[in-house]
Every structure is written in structure tokens, then in C-alpha cells.
């Protein structure tokens, strides 16, 4: 009797720890694991131009994408007017990208093509000078006047950026594309000037 | 009535008697002459355990797509996915359920990003159908005392997991820096409660 006790000892005890084991280690706590995914596309935008509050010098304002000039030369001496106008954009570049500046013209330029050639003594095109903060970008277009063609600078950005784009333009007083203080001719005169933020 | 009862159990004694004669004959046949008994206890036990379901349908990842506006580089607000079944999940016993979460966060720009700009999209994580409260953990917050909530007794049946309330690490004016790959894991979590 007591050998029929011991056996059955054994074999509560090993019965017990047969389950213990794969029930204790294994399975008392049980896990998954989901994982939430998703992609951030490469992205650049540019917002609609604003005026700069109390920045404009001799600027009409902004009409649209159009900034007009109040009074383009000085009455008494028909020499160029100083001028000048602060204009920000709301932009983001969510990767390295490039800051493209662009003027049309290379200045202001007549609208109407002339045909006869400029007379002597007068200034038939207005430099102007161009500067933009963006991020680290601190950039200066000079649209010099000297020949109508596009000219561009080009910045490269090597972080994502986000904010507004800076963007002064300045006509200094008397310039012009052939002398200082030159009179300028009749007419009407624009450039465009682009803004690009792109790829690299 | 009476006699057939008696008789019922007159052949049930006798049945007995038969069996136990045959075994002693069959021990006769061998040689033994004693008889002996031997107790054997039978014993078991059911172990508190837990086990995690299976997920139907689709596979386990949440998958949320391009998660910003192209046009502003912000955030969606419109993010939303499917929720996920656990199916067949069971405890035995009392039983905690937990979700932990990670945010999700830029697998290959891992720098400090720039400037109004963020790598992390935080979410909520709800696991339902467990518990009445449901278990539902915030990344990014300081705390999540929802995470964790317990059921008093032995449950069996399906969990269904969710993510929502999607926002940028950071804050709402912060921009997402591209990333072909934000990732971030859910974490349910079935266990004995002590």
C-alpha cells in the first residue's frame, strides 16, 4: 500500500508539471502585431502672392499676379522713379529641391516692340534688382537692362523647407540701361518674373 | 414494479459476479493465485492560457497610403483604414487585454528633421470587443492609461483592432518630410491576469 501511495505521487506530480510547462511559458499571454504604413510623396507648392504690409515704395500694389508702378519717373527730370515692394509667398518643399528666380526681360522692357531704334540721350529700358530669402536661400537677381533676354539664378536647397518665400524688388532712383538719371522714352514697360521651386 | 426492480438488479449483481470470476480464472491460467488492487488517481487540470486569433480578410498592415495633401504638404485629415479582425481569440481565465503603439515615423529620413517639418504621424490604437472598454493607447502621449483594461472572466470571440485620429508628431503646422516609407506598429496583447 504504501508503494501504490508513492506511485501515485509521481504521477500527480508529473502529470502537473507536463502541463505546466507548454501552459505557463507558452501560452499564457499571446501577442500580434499590426504595422500602420504609409508614404509621404515628394512635394513643392507655392501659394498666391501677398504684399508685405507698409512695404511698398511707389507700388500701386498687388492686382492678381500684376504689380503696378505708382509714378515710374520724376515729373521734372523724366529720369526713373525709385521704387520698391516686398511680396511674400506661402510655400513648402518637403525634400531637397532647387529655388529657380527668372525674369523674362532682364528688366523692365517696353511692351510694344519699338521699331526705330532708341533715340540718343534717353534710357529705353529700367534695371531693377531682385532678392529672395528662402530657408537658407539668401539670393539677388540683377536684371540689368543691357540686353532683353531671360535671366535666371538658380539655388539649390538641400533640406526640406517650409514657410514663405521673400521676395523684394527694387528699382534704385535714375537708373536706367544707359546712363544714370537718363531720361526715359514714352511707354508702357513691364517685365515678367517667375519663381520656381523644383526638383534638382 | 417491484419485482422487475429486483430482477434488474439480480442481473446486474450477477453481471459482476461473472466478470471478477473470469479475471481469477485468467490469473489461475498464469500461474498467480493472489489478487491485489492498485489505486490510480486521475487527475487534470485546465491552465489559465490565452490565445491570440487570426486575422481575416486582408493581411495585417494597416496600410494608410499617401498620407499627405500635395497641395500644403500637411496632413491629411481623412486618413482612415479598415479596422482588422482578430478572430477566434480566447483566455480560459481572467484575462488583461493592452495595446501599445509606436508612431509612425520616416524609415530612410532618420536625421533630426528641419524647421516646420516632422518625421513622426501620431495615432490612436483601439483594440474592442474584448472588454467593455475598450483598450486604446495614443502615440506620442505622456501617458495611456486605456491601454490596459481587464475582463473578469473566460472570453472567447473576436477583437477588432483599429487605428484613427491621425496627427503630425509636433503639431498640426508641421509639415511631413517625404518618405517613401512611414511605419509604425500596433501591438495587442492577451495575457492571464494574476
Redesign the interface.
Given at each position: 500500500m504504501p508503494r501504490?501511495l508513492g506511485?501515485?505521487t509521481v504521477?500527480?506530480v508529473g502529470?502537473?508539471l507536463c502541463?505546466?510547462s507548454p501552459?505557463?511559458a507558452q501560452?499564457?499571454?499571446?501577442?500580434?502585431?499590426?504595422?500602420?504604413?504609409?508614404?509621404?510623396?515628394?512635394?513643392c507648392?507655392v501659394g498666391s502672392p501677398r504684399l508685405e504690409a507698409g512695404s511698398q515704395i511707389n507700388f500701386r500694389g498687388l492686382s492678381g499676379n500684376t504689380l503696378q508702378i505708382d509714378q515710374m519717373v520724376d515729373p521734372t527730370t523724366l529720369a526713373v522713379a525709385a521704387a520698391s515692394v516686398d511680396i511674400k509667398f506661402d510655400a513648402?518643399?518637403?525634400?531637397p529641391h532647387r529655388l529657380r528666380l527668372e525674369s523674362q526681360n532682364n528688366g523692365l522692357f517696353p511692351t510694344l516692340q519699338r521699331t526705330q531704334p532708341a533715340a540718343p540721350g534717353f534710357g529705353s529700358a529700367v534695371p531693377y534688382r531682385a532678392t529672395v530669402n528662402w530657408?537658407v536661400v539668401n539670393g539677388v537677381l540683377n536684371a540689368d537692362a543691357q540686353a532683353r533676354r531671360i535671366n535666371e539664378q538658380r539655388f539649390n536647397v538641400d533640406?526640406?523647407?517650409?514657410?514663405e518665400i521673400d521676395l523684394k524688388l527694387t528699382i534704385a532712383p535714375g537708373s536706367s540701361n544707359t546712363r544714370d538719371n537718363a531720361p526715359l522714352l514714352a511707354g508702357d514697360y513691364a517685365d515678367t518674373m517667375r519663381i520656381f521651386v523644383e526638383p534638382r | 414494479m417491484s419485482r422487475n426492480l429486483k430482477r434488474l438488479a439480480g442481473l446486474s449483481a450477477a453481471a459482476i459476479a461473472i466478470a471478477w470470476s473470469g479475471t481469477a480464472a485468467a490469473q489461475e491460467g498464469g500461474g498467480g493465485s493472489d489478487t491485489d488492487t492498485k489505486n490510480f488517481a486521475v487527475v487534470g487540470n485546465v491552465p489559465a492560457m490565452c490565445v491570440g486569433g487570426t486575422l481575416a480578410g486582408t493581411g495585417a498592415t494597416f496600410d494608410m497610403g499617401v498620407l499627405i495633401d500635395v497641395n500644403t504638404g500637411l496632413l491629411r485629415n481623412d486618413l482612415a483604414a479598415p479596422p482588422k479582425i482578430l478572430s477566434g481569440s480566447f483566455c480560459s481565465a481572467r484575462s488583461t487585454i493592452t495595446v501599445a503603439a509606436t508612431p509612425m515615423a520616416a524609415q530612410t529620413f532618420t536625421a533630426t528633421p528641419p524647421a516646420g517639418f516632422s518625421r513622426t504621424v501620431n495615432y490612436t490604437a483601439t483594440a474592442a470587443g474584448w472588454t467593455e472598454t475598450p483598450a486604446s493607447y495614443v502615440t506620442g502621449a505622456g501617458s495611456n492609461p486605456a491601454a490596459v483594461q481587464t475582463r473578469g472572466t473566460a472570453f472567447s470571440g473576436d477583437i477588432t483592432v483599429s487605428v484613427g485620429s491621425f496627427s503630425t508628431g509636433g503639431g498640426a503646422t508641421q509639415r511631413l518630410v517625404a518618405d517613401t516609407n512611414y511605419q509604425g506598429n500596433v501591438t495587442v496583447t492577451l495575457a492571464v491576469a494574476s
Amino acid at each position: 500500500m504504501p508503494r501504490a501511495l508513492g506511485l501515485e505521487t509521481v504521477l500527480v506530480v508529473g502529470g502537473f508539471l507536463c502541463w505546466a510547462s507548454p501552459a505557463f511559458a507558452q501560452s499564457t499571454v499571446a501577442t500580434k502585431t499590426l504595422p500602420v504604413t504609409g508614404n509621404a510623396p515628394p512635394v513643392c507648392a507655392v501659394g498666391s502672392p501677398r504684399l508685405e504690409a507698409g512695404s511698398q515704395i511707389n507700388f500701386r500694389g498687388l492686382s492678381g499676379n500684376t504689380l503696378q508702378i505708382d509714378q515710374m519717373v520724376d515729373p521734372t527730370t523724366l529720369a526713373v522713379a525709385a521704387a520698391s515692394v516686398d511680396i511674400k509667398f506661402d510655400a513648402v518643399c518637403n525634400y531637397p529641391h532647387r529655388l529657380r528666380l527668372e525674369s523674362q526681360n532682364n528688366g523692365l522692357f517696353p511692351t510694344l516692340q519699338r521699331t526705330q531704334p532708341a533715340a540718343p540721350g534717353f534710357g529705353s529700358a529700367v534695371p531693377y534688382r531682385a532678392t529672395v530669402n528662402w530657408g537658407v536661400v539668401n539670393g539677388v537677381l540683377n536684371a540689368d537692362a543691357q540686353a532683353r533676354r531671360i535671366n535666371e539664378q538658380r539655388f539649390n536647397v538641400d533640406l526640406p523647407t517650409a514657410g514663405e518665400i521673400d521676395l523684394k524688388l527694387t528699382i534704385a532712383p535714375g537708373s536706367s540701361n544707359t546712363r544714370d538719371n537718363a531720361p526715359l522714352l514714352a511707354g508702357d514697360y513691364a517685365d515678367t518674373m517667375r519663381i520656381f521651386v523644383e526638383p534638382r | 414494479m417491484s419485482r422487475n426492480l429486483k430482477r434488474l438488479a439480480g442481473l446486474s449483481a450477477a453481471a459482476i459476479a461473472i466478470a471478477w470470476s473470469g479475471t481469477a480464472a485468467a490469473q489461475e491460467g498464469g500461474g498467480g493465485s493472489d489478487t491485489d488492487t492498485k489505486n490510480f488517481a486521475v487527475v487534470g487540470n485546465v491552465p489559465a492560457m490565452c490565445v491570440g486569433g487570426t486575422l481575416a480578410g486582408t493581411g495585417a498592415t494597416f496600410d494608410m497610403g499617401v498620407l499627405i495633401d500635395v497641395n500644403t504638404g500637411l496632413l491629411r485629415n481623412d486618413l482612415a483604414a479598415p479596422p482588422k479582425i482578430l478572430s477566434g481569440s480566447f483566455c480560459s481565465a481572467r484575462s488583461t487585454i493592452t495595446v501599445a503603439a509606436t508612431p509612425m515615423a520616416a524609415q530612410t529620413f532618420t536625421a533630426t528633421p528641419p524647421a516646420g517639418f516632422s518625421r513622426t504621424v501620431n495615432y490612436t490604437a483601439t483594440a474592442a470587443g474584448w472588454t467593455e472598454t475598450p483598450a486604446s493607447y495614443v502615440t506620442g502621449a505622456g501617458s495611456n492609461p486605456a491601454a490596459v483594461q481587464t475582463r473578469g472572466t473566460a472570453f472567447s470571440g473576436d477583437i477588432t483592432v483599429s487605428v484613427g485620429s491621425f496627427s503630425t508628431g509636433g503639431g498640426a503646422t508641421q509639415r511631413l518630410v517625404a518618405d517613401t516609407n512611414y511605419q509604425g506598429n500596433v501591438t495587442v496583447t492577451l495575457a492571464v491576469a494574476s
